[in-house]
């Protein structure tokens, strides 16, 4: 399965950071970890949007659900290419939270 079919698909555990409100992607994370399809959801955030990547994955864990631990941190740089043909590098983080599943 290639990268685009994986963004197309609906039951990805993926949540992309943009300008929204952290409380926002907070929201979109604990409807994925309270679903019985994931175990773990990934924050992945650009640029700018990185503060509001760490802020909804502190906020998600410290006040909606406790038991959520993170389980990875990766950062990185991405070149993009702008407008004028130019490349300029953004820096990128990955934030991976995950839930142990009580056995009912």
């Given amino acids: 399965m290639t990268d685009e079919e994986k963004e197309g698909r609906a039951d990805t555990n993926i949540v992309y950071v943009g300008n929204k409100p ?21 924050l992945k955030a650009r640029g700018n949007a990185i503060s509001r990547a760490v802020d909804a994955a502190e906020i998600t ?6 038991n959520a631990e993170i389980k990875s941190i990766k950062i990185g740089t991405e070149s993009l290419d702008r407008e004028d043909g130019r490349t300029s590098n953004v820096s990128s983080i990955e934030i991976c939270l995950t839930v142990k599943k009580s056995n009912k």
């Fill in 61 to 66: 864990r410290n006040r909606f659900v406790t």
């Fill in 22 to 42: 952290p409380m926002n992607y907070v929201t979109a994370v604990m409807a994925l970890l309270n679903s019985d399809e994931f175990d773990e959801v990934t």
